[in-house]
């Protein structure tokens, strides 16, 4: 397979799907040997990036969105030098984001879809508690202006957060004026906020909204003048953050934490380039930080020779 006019698309679909197994075989048909990348199938649906050609990208996504429920699949398209993955893995998972709640059913029941261009409106409206369903190392890149940040560790931790602090919010905002209150959320991409929608109207709440296209469709649609967004947003791929127009933003990742490091983060005198940073430097031991530096030697010779280091570009994952 050619590395040249590579295109990845990055894509979601929340619908019922009665056979997953039938599904994964299928989608393993589709992309054939051209295709590379994760596609993960569960009843409640896909999720998943994958590269290769342009035209064979276009006749995976032509067939996927041919079938019934798909038509509205969620796909960002983005280009790449170098084919990005290793192989094709299609895989059957309780569930395509983890929650934690499988019985959930985002097709059936998720909240309403606000587009980028309305989102601001949104989210000034005083009624409005905003919230990051995000990780909290992600947050801590950037947020909206007055969100409530959960810091949760795992997208699976965000249930329990509800439960206690989040519910204890919204009866706090009932009781400070005589309208409800809305509730609006927001993630990368949109999955983890369109499902965490659903998970708020199964515990009862009603108005609930999410961002369609997540973070990422709102920075590349709306002007950095018009912008409520504050930092840049942490993305799982090689630029690590973006910025206004999706351009690169300042972060880099630790490779001892795989954590993404400010401009000012590689200031401390705990940041060592390629072995750890601030937030895991008294965790790594001497042993784990001379493999760090190891590791750092043979990507930096690879990076001269001109090819790929498996381990170069590994983060953490969007649960």
């Given at each position: 397979?050619?590395?040249?006019?590579?295109?990845?698309?990055?894509?979601?679909?929340?619908?019922?799907?009665?056979?997953?197994?039938?599904?994964?075989?299928?989608?393993?048909?589709?992309?054939?040997?051209?295709?590379?990348?994760?596609?993960?199938?569960?009843?409640?649906?896909?999720?998943?990036?994958?590269?290769?050609?342009?035209?064979?990208?276009?006749?995976?996504?032509?067939?996927?969105?041919?079938?019934?429920?798909?038509?509205?699949?969620?796909?960002?398209?983005?280009?790449?030098?170098?084919?990005?993955?290793?192989?094709?893995?299609?895989?059957?998972?309780?569930?395509?984001?983890?929650?934690?709640?499988?019985?959930?059913?985002?097709?059936?029941?998720?909240?309403?879809?606000?587009?980028?261009?309305?989102?601001?409106?949104?989210?000034?409206?005083?009624?409005?508690?905003?919230?990051?369903?995000?990780?909290?190392y992600e947050g801590e890149v950037g947020a909206f202006a007055g969100a409530v940040q959960p810091?949760?560790?795992?997208?699976?931790?965000?249930?329990?957060?509800?439960?206690?602090?989040?519910?204890?919010?919204?009866?706090?905002?009932?009781?400070?004026?005589?309208?409800?209150?809305?509730?609006?959320?927001?993630?990368?991409?949109?999955?983890?906020?369109?499902?965490?929608?659903?998970?708020?109207?199964?515990?009862?709440?009603?108005?609930?909204?999410?961002?369609?296209?997540?973070?990422?469709?709102?920075?590349?649609?709306?002007?950095?003048?018009?912008?409520?967004?504050?930092?840049?947003?942490?993305?799982?791929?090689?630029?690590?953050?973006?910025?206004?127009?999706?351009?690169?933003?300042?972060?880099?990742?630790?490779?001892?934490?795989?954590?993404?490091?400010?401009?000012?983060?590689?200031?401390?005198?705990?940041?060592?380039?390629?072995?750890?940073?601030?937030?895991?430097?008294?965790?790594?031991?001497?042993?784990?930080?001379?493999?760090?530096?190891?590791?750092?030697?043979?990507?930096?010779?690879?990076?001269?020779?001109?090819?790929?280091?498996?381990?170069?570009?590994?983060g953490p994952t969007s649960d």
């Amino acid at each position: 397979m050619s590395d040249s006019a590579l295109r990845v698309a990055a894509l979601y679909r929340f619908a019922s799907v009665a056979d997953p197994a039938a599904l994964r075989d299928l989608l393993e048909d589709l992309c054939g040997e051209d295709v590379r990348g994760t596609l993960l199938v569960a009843c409640e649906g896909v999720n998943g990036t994958i590269a290769g050609p342009a035209g064979a990208i276009a006749r995976v996504i032509a067939s996927l969105t041919a079938l019934p429920g798909f038509a509205g699949t969620d796909v960002k398209y983005s280009s790449a030098e170098r084919m990005p993955f290793h192989r094709l893995k299609v895989r059957v998972k309780p569930e395509i984001v983890t929650l934690g709640l499988p019985d959930l059913e985002p097709a059936m029941n998720a909240g309403t879809y606000v587009a980028p261009e309305d989102w601001n409106a949104l989210i000034a409206d005083p009624d409005t508690i905003v919230i990051d369903t995000r990780n909290d190392y992600e947050g801590e890149v950037g947020a909206f202006a007055g969100a409530v940040q959960p810091n949760t560790r795992s997208f699976r931790d965000f249930p329990e957060w509800f439960r206690t602090e989040g519910r204890a919010l919204l009866a706090r905002k009932r009781e400070m004026g005589p309208n409800p209150p809305k509730v609006a959320m927001y993630c990368t991409g949109g999955i983890r906020c369109e499902k965490s929608t659903a998970f708020l109207k199964s515990e009862g709440v009603t108005d609930v909204f999410h961002l369609q296209g997540g973070i990422l469709r709102y920075l590349e649609t709306v002007p950095e003048a018009e912008s409520l967004w504050n930092g840049e947003c942490f993305v799982f791929d090689e630029r690590v953050a973006v910025g206004p127009g999706l351009a690169e933003g300042t972060h880099t990742l630790c490779r001892g934490c795989r954590m993404p490091v400010s401009p000012e983060g590689r200031t401390s005198p705990l940041y060592v380039e390629g072995v750890c940073c601030a937030r895991c430097h008294d965790t790594r031991t001497e042993a784990q930080r001379q493999a760090a530096r190891e590791r750092d030697r043979q990507v930096r010779i690879a990076e001269r020779l001109g090819i790929a280091h498996i381990g170069a570009k590994q983060g953490p994952t969007s649960d």
